[in-house]
């Protein structure tokens, strides 16, 4: 090789290393914005999913950049991807993930097309923009670019795009119980991201991160109410109707006693110093024995997620009885959600619960995950991939408060903390004024897009922070 071209390929080659350092955050956007489009415009409402069309999408990005990625489960129709960029495997792997499916719409109350990806006055509009397709594209731009960077890792980073999360697989033929049971040396790892957190912003400033850390544990329960069946014309005392509705109305009404976890009452307190002083003089009477009633009322009237974070919470959601206008029933039911506090002792619960009725007719039962579930670890605020979202989140979002995060709801993270792996839920931009009215679940689901653009830049930051040698 003549000495010209030497000096040529190392001036080339250190230009291009230059470059693999410089992130082109624009171009980024760019691509974040048509690969999100692309997900929102694929309807893969659950059931019935069709998540395979997702799956197939994102396989088709990842091979075209060199990243082997397959495809799994049991059911044609409702596949899961997994990808993996190789690190030299000095440490266990790190797991990004996103799911694919998105609860169902009802198109007539929606302002824009649910599956349109209208952008509107900076927002954009869709079923699945805020859950979950944002931890999709978010994950999917890290690994991307973490592969185009040429940078050297220390361990594997697997992306994963899961089907099935609204309402998991009833026959295990797909989602991430599927995917545990049979792929789990495929995403086996030390630290997962997926969805579950986000960042909270009021009037358009950004107040706060909540990484999730633990969640809520479902320990569904049913009434039970049984009388004696009858006709219709002769009226009975113990119909079991009106003793199911005379239970389900005290429980109902009943408050559950609060119960803090070291994670609520973090949260709790660092929600305190962040909210302007009439929020936070109530959340600080939460602690307070002769101000604490007070405070619990005001949060079950006015902000039914707190009320649901201090306490197992129950909510009585289906109701059945009867079958003839003119037959007396000797049974009727009553499905209860129970949503517990980690470290609840149910059956102390469960006679809370049945002093709260006192009706001998009516029993309480299991509604099959009661004692039964499991209580997943809470994930730990000490590990690196912790420290690394908080570092991540002060360059993106500089001087804001970082508080741990007790899910009221599940995510997928439940199987593998099982599995002892520690798990955060993470999020883009929620604004305070879009919680109620462009909620995730509810009609008009919509998401920032500076705020999704700046999600995908804090996810590669942590990601890169622990991945990277
Ligand atoms: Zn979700």
Redesign the pocket.
């Known amino acids: 090789m003549k000495l010209r071209s030497l000096i040529t390929l190392i001036l080339l080659s250190s230009t291009a290393f230059a470059q693999s350092k410089a992130i082109d955050w624009k171009a980024i956007d760019a691509e974040t914005l048509r690969h999100f489009t692309t997900l929102i415009k694929t309807d893969t409402s659950n059931p019935p999913g069709h998540e395979t069309l997702v799956a197939k999408y994102l396989q088709g990005v990842l091979e075209r950049e060199g990243i082997p990625t397959k495809l799994v489960g049991a059911n044609p129709d409702r596949l899961s991807l997994i990808a993996r960029l190789k690190g030299n495997g000095t440490k266990k792997p790190i797991l990004i993930m996103g ?1 694919t499916d998105v609860v169902g719409v009802q198109r007539e109350r929606w302002a824009q097309d649910p599956f349109g990806a209208a952008r509107i006055d900076g927002y954009i509009w869709g079923r699945g923009t805020i ?2 397709k944002d931890l999709v594209v978010g994950a999917l731009m890290t690994i991307l670019q973490l592969k185009r960077s040429g940078v050297q890792l220390d361990r594997d980073v697997i992306y994963v795009a899961e089907a099935g ?2 309402g998991g697989s009833p026959d295990g033929t797909f989602g991430i119980q599927y995917i545990i049971k049979n792929n789990w040396p495929d995403i086996d790892a030390e630290y997962c991201l997926t ?1 579950g957190g986000e960042f909270r912003s009021v009037g358009g400033k950004v107040m706060f991160e909540k990484i999730e850390v633990t969640e809520k544990v479902g320990r569904g329960m049913r009434l039970v109410a049984h009388g004696t069946a009858g006709h219709g014309s002769m009226p009975r005392e113990d119909n079991a109707i009106v003793h199911l509705s005379a239970a389900v109305a005290a429980i109902g009404k009943w408050q559950p006693p609060m119960h803090f976890t070291d994670v609520t009452r973090t949260y709790v307190e660092g929600l305190a110093k962040v909210s302007p002083p009439e929020e936070a003089a109530r959340l600080n009477a939460l602690f307070d024995s002769s101000k604490t009633a007070a405070a619990q009322d005001y949060f079950r009237k006015n902000n039914i997620e707190m009320n649901s974070i201090l306490r197992t919470s129950v909510s009585p959601n289906i109701i059945n009885g009867g079958f003839r206008s003119n037959v007396i029933p000797s049974e009727a039911t009553a499905t209860l959600d129970i949503r517990a506090i980690p470290d609840e002792d149910m059956d102390k619960f469960k006679a809370m619960m049945t002093q709260v009725i006192n009706d001998p007719a009516v029993t309480i039962e299991s509604n099959g995950n009661f004692g039964g579930a499991g209580m997943a670890p809470v994930s730990s605020l000490q590990t690196e991939m912790y420290q690394a979202l908080t570092k991540a989140q002060q360059k993106i979002y500089p001087g804001i408060a970082v508080l741990p995060w007790m899910a009221t709801g599940a ?1 997928d993270m439940r199987g593998l903390r099982l599995k002892g792996m520690q798990s955060y839920g993470i999020g883009a931009e929620i604004p305070q004024e879009d919680l109620i009215t462009h909620a ?1 679940h509810s009609d008009n689901e919509r998401i920032k897009e500076s705020g999704l653009y700046a999600f995908v830049h804090y996810f590669y930051e942590a990601v890169s922070q622990v991945a990277a040698k």
């Open positions: 799911h859950d979950d999360e609204e969805e995510t995730m």
